[in-house]
């Protein structure tokens, strides 16, 4: 009676420890980390560009446009956010968009756009990150 006692709360104990990995492995996926490092490499791309004198539209218009996307998904990585997390990421898109826009043709003008897109970034980060 009381080995099959043991062996019943053995069994338990081990159900209740896999169901808290479960939950915990769930809660913690790599994508938000993910969609944040995709976002520093194209960043990192447009700054060295920057640093290199290389500002043209067409090199920067491939790693503005992988930003914008990356910043897409931002609000499906961090579901669930409270707050106005999502009015920075809007905050950041519409930051990424402008630039799009202004054609960064010169190195004055990526220069602006790398500020403008970096204050965003830390505008968020001060709050949440
Ligand atoms: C809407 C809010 C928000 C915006 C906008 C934002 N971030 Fe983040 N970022 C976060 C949060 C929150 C974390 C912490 C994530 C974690 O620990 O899982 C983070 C973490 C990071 C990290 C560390 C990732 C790691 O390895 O853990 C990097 C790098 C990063 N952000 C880069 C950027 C860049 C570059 C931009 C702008 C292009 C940006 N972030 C814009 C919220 C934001």
Known sequence: MRTAWLIGLGLLIGILGSISVI???RQRTPLPAAVMTVMQFHLGQL????KQNRCNAVDSARPLQRLRQAADDVE?????AAGDFFAHATRLREQIDRGITATAADCATLGRTLRSIGQACDACH???R
């Open 126 to 128: 001060q709050q949440y």
């Open 23 to 25: 939950g915990a492995w």
């Open 76 to 80: 499906p990585a961090f579901a669930g």
């Open 47 to 50: 700054q060295d560009a920057l």
